[in-house]
Protein backbone atom coordinates (compact mmCIF):
# COMPACT_ATOMS: atom_id res chain seq x y z
CA UNK A 1 0.00 0.00 0.00
CA UNK A 2 2.10 3.59 -1.22
CA UNK A 3 1.75 5.94 1.94
CA UNK A 4 1.22 9.72 2.10
CA UNK A 5 3.30 11.09 -0.68
CA UNK A 6 4.45 14.65 0.09
CA UNK A 7 6.78 17.01 -1.80
CA UNK A 8 9.54 18.72 -1.94
CA UNK A 9 11.23 17.50 1.24
CA UNK A 10 13.23 20.84 1.69
CA UNK A 11 12.37 24.06 1.00
CA UNK A 12 14.63 27.49 1.89
CA UNK A 13 13.13 30.52 0.76
CA UNK A 14 13.17 34.13 2.09
CA UNK A 15 10.70 36.10 3.94
CA UNK A 16 7.68 37.80 1.65
CA UNK A 17 8.77 34.94 -1.14
CA UNK A 18 5.45 32.55 -1.45
CA UNK A 19 5.93 28.86 -1.26
CA UNK A 20 3.62 25.87 -1.92
CA UNK A 21 4.01 22.29 -1.00
CA UNK A 22 2.02 19.34 -2.54
CA UNK A 23 0.48 16.12 -0.57
CA UNK A 24 -0.95 13.17 -2.12
CA UNK A 25 -2.93 10.99 0.48
CA UNK A 26 -3.70 7.29 0.55
CA UNK A 27 -6.02 6.18 -1.98
CA UNK A 28 -9.50 6.12 -0.45
CA UNK A 29 -9.17 8.13 2.32
CA UNK A 30 -11.42 10.91 3.04
CA UNK A 31 -10.18 13.11 5.42
CA UNK A 32 -6.65 15.40 4.97
CA UNK A 33 -4.96 16.93 7.24
CA UNK A 34 -2.04 19.70 7.31
CA UNK A 35 -0.46 20.25 10.47
CA UNK A 36 2.39 22.53 11.10
CA UNK A 37 5.23 21.58 13.48
CA UNK A 38 7.86 23.65 14.94
CA UNK A 39 11.08 22.48 16.64
CA UNK A 40 10.36 21.63 20.03
CA UNK A 41 6.12 21.32 19.85
CA UNK A 42 3.88 19.37 18.80
CA UNK A 43 1.93 18.72 15.70
CA UNK A 44 -0.45 21.63 15.32
CA UNK A 45 -3.39 21.20 13.11
CA UNK A 46 -3.75 24.37 10.39
CA UNK A 47 -6.61 22.16 8.35
CA UNK A 48 -8.42 19.64 8.04
CA UNK A 49 -10.46 18.21 4.87
CA UNK A 50 -13.73 15.92 4.27
CA UNK A 51 -13.75 14.77 0.84
CA UNK A 52 -12.98 18.47 -0.97
CA UNK A 53 -14.69 20.14 1.98
CA UNK A 54 -13.01 21.91 4.78
CA UNK A 55 -14.04 21.34 8.18
CA UNK A 56 -11.83 23.08 10.57
CA UNK A 57 -9.34 26.02 9.52
CA UNK A 58 -9.70 27.68 12.74
CA UNK A 59 -5.45 27.60 13.27
CA UNK A 60 -5.20 28.73 9.73
CA UNK A 61 -3.31 31.90 9.55
CA UNK A 62 -5.82 33.01 6.26
CA UNK A 63 -4.20 36.24 5.81
CA UNK A 64 -1.13 34.57 4.17
CA UNK A 65 -1.84 30.28 4.59
CA UNK A 66 -4.32 28.92 1.97
CA UNK A 67 -5.19 25.45 1.11
CA UNK A 68 -7.68 23.57 -1.56
CA UNK A 69 -8.24 19.69 -1.86
CA UNK A 70 -8.49 18.60 -5.82
CA UNK A 71 -11.51 16.53 -6.44
CA UNK A 72 -10.72 15.28 -2.67
CA UNK A 73 -7.91 13.43 -3.74
CA UNK A 74 -4.61 15.75 -3.78
CA UNK A 75 -3.88 18.59 -1.76
CA UNK A 76 -1.61 21.85 -1.92
CA UNK A 77 -1.04 24.62 0.69
CA UNK A 78 0.27 28.06 -0.05
CA UNK A 79 1.89 30.53 2.11
CA UNK A 80 2.18 34.00 0.53
CA UNK A 81 4.27 35.82 1.33
CA UNK A 82 6.25 33.80 3.95
CA UNK A 83 7.47 35.18 7.40
CA UNK A 84 10.42 33.90 9.41
CA UNK A 85 8.12 32.37 12.03
CA UNK A 86 6.46 29.97 9.53
CA UNK A 87 9.96 28.01 9.60
CA UNK A 88 8.61 24.65 10.70
CA UNK A 89 8.53 20.99 9.28
CA UNK A 90 4.55 20.95 7.32
CA UNK A 91 3.21 17.57 7.41
CA UNK A 92 0.54 16.09 5.91
CA UNK A 93 -1.65 13.04 6.93
CA UNK A 94 -4.98 11.29 5.85
CA UNK A 95 -7.43 8.60 7.30
CA UNK A 96 -10.19 6.61 5.81
CA UNK A 97 -12.74 8.30 7.50
CA UNK A 98 -12.07 10.68 10.52
CA UNK A 99 -9.55 11.78 13.10
CA UNK A 100 -11.02 8.81 15.47
CA UNK A 101 -9.24 6.37 13.06
CA UNK A 102 -5.26 5.77 12.48
CA UNK A 103 -3.78 9.04 11.29
CA UNK A 104 -1.01 7.85 8.24
CA UNK A 105 1.39 10.66 8.07
CA UNK A 106 3.54 11.94 4.66
CA UNK A 107 7.47 12.48 5.77
CA UNK A 108 6.44 16.11 5.67
CA UNK A 109 8.44 19.66 4.44
CA UNK A 110 10.80 20.87 6.04
CA UNK A 111 10.64 24.91 5.28
CA UNK A 112 13.46 27.48 5.95
CA UNK A 113 12.33 30.81 6.18
CA UNK A 114 15.66 33.11 6.16
CA UNK B 1 -12.05 22.41 24.44
CA UNK B 2 -9.57 19.17 24.44
CA UNK B 3 -5.86 19.41 25.11
CA UNK B 4 -2.97 16.83 25.99
CA UNK B 5 -0.07 17.25 28.82
CA UNK B 6 3.32 15.57 28.03
CA UNK B 7 5.07 15.58 31.38
CA UNK B 8 8.87 15.69 30.55
CA UNK B 9 10.56 16.95 27.07
CA UNK B 10 13.45 14.61 26.99
CA UNK B 11 13.33 11.25 29.04
CA UNK B 12 16.51 9.35 29.22
CA UNK B 13 16.82 5.67 30.32
CA UNK B 14 19.62 2.78 30.29
CA UNK B 15 19.55 0.18 27.28
CA UNK B 16 16.89 -2.59 29.29
CA UNK B 17 15.43 -0.37 32.04
CA UNK B 18 11.74 0.39 31.95
CA UNK B 19 10.20 3.28 29.62
CA UNK B 20 7.55 5.48 31.35
CA UNK B 21 6.52 8.31 28.85
CA UNK B 22 3.38 10.29 30.54
CA UNK B 23 0.69 11.96 29.10
CA UNK B 24 -2.67 13.47 30.57
CA UNK B 25 -5.60 14.54 28.65
CA UNK B 26 -8.45 17.22 29.07
CA UNK B 27 -11.98 16.54 26.94
CA UNK B 28 -15.35 17.24 27.92
CA UNK B 29 -16.55 14.03 25.96
CA UNK B 30 -15.22 10.35 25.99
CA UNK B 31 -12.03 10.57 24.09
CA UNK B 32 -10.48 8.44 21.44
CA UNK B 33 -6.17 8.60 22.83
CA UNK B 34 -3.58 7.62 20.50
CA UNK B 35 0.32 7.46 20.77
CA UNK B 36 2.29 7.77 17.98
CA UNK B 37 6.01 8.19 17.18
CA UNK B 38 8.49 9.94 15.25
CA UNK B 39 11.78 8.77 14.21
CA UNK B 40 14.57 11.41 13.02
CA UNK B 41 13.74 12.41 9.43
CA UNK B 42 10.57 10.56 9.17
CA UNK B 43 6.45 11.19 9.61
CA UNK B 44 4.77 10.25 12.53
CA UNK B 45 3.54 6.62 13.05
CA UNK B 46 0.58 4.79 15.31
CA UNK B 47 2.05 2.71 17.97
CA UNK B 48 -1.37 2.29 19.98
CA UNK B 49 -5.13 3.39 20.39
CA UNK B 50 -7.60 3.72 22.87
CA UNK B 51 -11.11 3.62 21.91
CA UNK B 52 -12.35 2.35 25.01
CA UNK B 53 -12.77 -1.45 24.31
CA UNK B 54 -10.11 -2.09 26.86
CA UNK B 55 -8.29 0.18 29.27
CA UNK B 56 -4.98 -1.62 28.95
CA UNK B 57 -3.88 -0.87 25.28
CA UNK B 58 -1.06 -2.97 23.40
CA UNK B 59 0.83 -1.23 20.49
CA UNK B 60 3.95 -2.52 18.49
CA UNK B 61 6.83 -2.59 18.98
CA UNK B 62 6.17 -4.20 22.64
CA UNK B 63 4.57 -0.85 23.76
CA UNK B 64 1.28 -0.73 25.82
CA UNK B 65 -0.69 2.15 27.59
CA UNK B 66 -2.85 2.31 30.18
CA UNK B 67 -5.87 4.55 30.23
CA UNK B 68 -7.09 5.43 33.65
CA UNK B 69 -10.06 7.58 33.43
CA UNK B 70 -10.10 9.00 37.43
CA UNK B 71 -6.62 10.46 36.82
CA UNK B 72 -7.45 11.41 32.98
CA UNK B 73 -4.03 9.81 31.99
CA UNK B 74 -2.73 7.50 29.22
CA UNK B 75 0.86 6.87 30.18
CA UNK B 76 2.96 5.02 27.48
CA UNK B 77 5.20 1.78 28.97
CA UNK B 78 7.70 -0.30 28.18
CA UNK B 79 8.84 -2.80 30.26
CA UNK B 80 12.72 -3.17 28.46
CA UNK B 81 14.65 -0.23 26.62
CA UNK B 82 16.18 -1.13 23.14
CA UNK B 83 18.40 1.55 21.44
CA UNK B 84 15.54 1.74 17.98
CA UNK B 85 13.64 3.19 20.68
CA UNK B 86 15.26 6.52 20.82
CA UNK B 87 12.40 8.57 18.54
CA UNK B 88 10.06 11.00 19.62
CA UNK B 89 6.81 10.54 21.44
CA UNK B 90 3.61 12.09 20.85
CA UNK B 91 0.37 11.55 22.77
CA UNK B 92 -3.05 12.66 20.94
CA UNK B 93 -6.55 12.72 22.14
CA UNK B 94 -9.43 12.89 19.48
CA UNK B 95 -12.94 13.96 20.24
CA UNK B 96 -16.22 15.16 18.47
CA UNK B 97 -16.10 19.02 18.58
CA UNK B 98 -18.67 20.81 16.15
CA UNK B 99 -19.97 17.28 14.24
CA UNK B 100 -16.44 16.39 13.35
CA UNK B 101 -13.76 14.22 15.65
CA UNK B 102 -10.65 16.40 16.22
CA UNK B 103 -7.51 15.78 16.91
CA UNK B 104 -5.15 17.53 19.56
CA UNK B 105 -1.16 16.40 19.74
CA UNK B 106 0.93 16.81 23.00
CA UNK B 107 4.29 18.40 22.20
CA UNK B 108 6.46 15.24 22.52
CA UNK B 109 8.46 13.62 24.71
CA UNK B 110 12.13 13.56 23.08
CA UNK B 111 13.43 9.22 24.21
CA UNK B 112 16.85 8.51 24.75
CA UNK B 113 18.50 5.16 25.21
CA UNK B 114 21.83 4.97 26.34
CA UNK B 115 23.97 2.09 26.09
Known amino acids: EAGVAQSPRYKIIEKRQSVAFWCNPI?????LYWYQQILGQGPKLLIQFQNNGVVDDSQLPKDRFSAERLKGVDSTLKIQPAKLEDSAVYLC????????????FGSGTQLSVL | AQSVTQLGSHVSVSEGALVLLRCNYS??????LFWYVQYPNQGLQLLLKYTSAATLVKGINGFEAEFKKSETSFHLTKPSAHMSDAAEYFC?????????????FGIGTKLQVIP
Open chain 1, 27 to 31: SGHAT
Open chain 2, 92 to 104: AVSSNSGGYQKVT
Open chain 2, 27 to 32: SSVPPY
Open chain 1, 93 to 104: ASSFRGSNEKLF
